[in-house]
């Protein structure tokens, strides 16, 4: 006899979930927080699709989900350390021993280690690394876990990781405010490490004579070392630090820039901020690294350029694009409800014990033009 939580995927029915978020920031995230934003806007997709959903997370409630809490207030500050990943996930396992689910799909990264000593499959989602010491961390878990990428770029580099599928991330595109004339500075947002290209992102609207606010997570050792070498004799009357920005904070920033460069130095798996961007409105002007060009739809959305030199004359075309074609191409390919219906696809074959349909990515994955 097929057991009820299988029967409710093969019939089409509402399914059980568990979904374990990363110990660091509540979800949503009051400030940065891309994994969190993301999986804020899964969870209360997916619900609206008739699914049980179960949140495992630190901090404060903030989602549709039923919230289970690990740590209390999240363990922000200490994010780097291995103890708080550790202990979180094995409080998430104790939790979920406990739960009646059908499916567990975990964001965290200590987690996946667990998933042997369930019944039920696991899911995960790679939101970084998927080469390195990463890649070898996956493929151990790899008879455990099945894997979704947040990109074809990403799961180009490792081919033959168990993959499920590639399902970008989303927002609710409504939650941004739209803004059609926008003000003469350019944006930079995210974290203060070399491989986001901050400096570059300096240099470049300095030669295109725009002034640049920089917003941006500072606080672990090797974001303050990269912005007191590089960021700090940079700043001036044409580039601003403006703190870190939290989630009002953030909205208004992009809404009014003239555009958000992203000068990006890896093979960057998604970039929330992009989508984010151009859901108020605002084009990106980045370089053609990872998933960028899949995000970003060249001379229409943004411009995306092969080398750094090529930016500041992209940063004065950047107002010859327009912020409605930027606000509905999130709409259509990055919105919460596109999202959710592709994870719930793949829950359902995972339930029913079936692998990726022939043809990998292709039901998963549109052109970006």
């Known amino acids: 006899m097929i057991p009820t939580s299988e029967l409710q995927g093969l019939h089409g029915g509402g399914m059980r979930i568990v979904m374990i978020a990363p110990p660091w920031y509540d979800v949503p995230p009051l400030g940065y927080g891309g994994i969190e934003s993301m999986l804020a806007g899964l969870v209360d997709g997916l619900s609206r699709r008739g ?20 740590y209390d207030p999240a363990p922000s500050e200490r994010i780097g350390e291995a103890m708080p990943e550790v202990l979180h996930a094995a409080m998430a396992q104790d939790i979920i021993s406990g739960l009646d689910a059908d499916i567990v799909h975990d964001h965290s990264l200590a987690g996946p280690l667990t998933a042997a000593t369930r019944r039920v499959p696991t899911l995960i989602t790679c939101h970084g690394e998927v080469d390195g010491e990463f890649g070898a961390y996956y493929r151990v878990l790899s008879e455990t876990v099945s894997m979704v990428g947040i990109s074809a770029a990403q799961r180009r580099l490792a081919p033959h990781l168990n993959w499920a599928g590639v399902v970008h991330n989303a927002v609710e595109a409504q939650s941004f405010p739209f803004r059609e004339h926008k003000d003469d500075w350019v944006l930079w947002l995210g974290r203060f490490n070399e491989d ?22 500072l606080t672990e050792q090797v974001e ?10 940079r700043l001036g ?33 998604f970039g929330m901020v992009m989508i984010e961007a151009m859901a108020c409105g605002t084009p990106v002007v980045a370089l053609d690294r990872g998933a960028v060009p899949e995000v970003v739809a060249d001379g229409v959305t943004g411009f995306v350029r092969d080398h750094a030199d090529e930016l500041p004359e ?16 999130v709409a259509r ?20 014990g079936l692998s990726e349909p022939a043809g990998g990515t292709r039901d998963l994955v549109l052109p970006v033009n």
């Not at 303050?224 to 004799?233: A, G, N, Q, S």
């Open 237 to 269: 009357t044409h580039a601003e630090y403006v703190g870190e920005a939290d989630a009002a904070r953030k909205r208004e920033l992009l809404s009014a820039a003239r555009c958000l460069v992203f000068p990006v130095l890896w093979e960057e798996p």
């Open 333 to 352: 390919r990055f919105g919460v409800d596109v999202m959710s219906e592709k994870y719930e696809r793949i829950y359902r074959r995972m339930v029913r």
């Open 196 to 217: 986001k290209g901050a400096h570059l992102a300096i240099d470049a609207a300095r030669a295109a004579g725009r002034r640049i606010l920089l917003a941006g997570k």
């Open 224 to 233: 303050h070392d990269y912005f007191e070498e590089h960021i700090r004799p």
């Open 314 to 329: 992209a940063i004065e075309a950047a107002d010859m694009l327009d912020p409605h074609a930027c606000r509905s191409h």
């Open 51 to 70: 699914h049980d959903i179960t949140l495992i997370g630190a901090g404060s409630p903030g989602t549709s989900a039923r919230f289970l809490c690990t």
